[in-house]
């Protein structure tokens, strides 16, 4: 199976729900602040792994197993830097209806809030987004299907 995605649509990879506890939106500032040394995976790896171990000086830790600078680091994260970023994330994720992660949206996104496709909300096996992405594919030839008989 060919999976596309639209190459003008940016992933936002680390959306903090502000509900969920006290360290989730300083954890995604420094998720991001990692990102810009190309270190966010390895360093949201080890937050994930850590949820219990978010405070302050516990992500300078998690900065020094995975070889960033800590100083630069931690600069990045005293002048929070992504913190308007990370508020409008969550509030983009709130009003699009998504309340956990992962969560995907298959299909075309419209106006602020509004898509038109699939959500995929929690962790789910590859066949489960395999059978949502077939059944769009499938509407989507009906429609063309329909469009070409009508013309």
Not at 6 to 25: E, F, Q, V, Y
Not at 38 to 56: C, Y
Not at 110 to 133: C, D, H, M, N, W
């Amino acid at each position: 199976m060919r999976v596309f995605t639209d190459p003008s649509r940016k992933d936002i990879p680390a959306i903090a729900s502000l509900r969920m506890h006290d360290g989730a939106s300083q954890a995604a500032g420094a998720a991001r602040c990692a990102g810009q040394r190309h270190r966010f995976w390895e360093l949201r790896h080890l937050l994930v792994l850590n949820q219990n171990r978010l405070g302050r000086d516990y992500p300078l830790e998690y900065a020094r197993q995975v070889n960033l600078d800590v100083s630069a680091f931690a600069d990045c994260i005293d002048a929070k830097r992504y913190d308007a970023t990370i508020v409008t994330h969550a509030a983009d994720a709130a009003e699009t209806g998504i309340t956990r992660t992962p969560t995907f949206i298959i299909g075309r996104t419209l106006q602020k809030g509004r898509f038109q496709g699939i959500k995929i909300a929690g962790a789910q096996p590859y066949i489960v987004v395999e059978s949502k992405i077939c059944e769009l594919l499938a509407q989507s030839n009906l429609a063309a299907e329909a469009l070409k008989s009508v013309m």
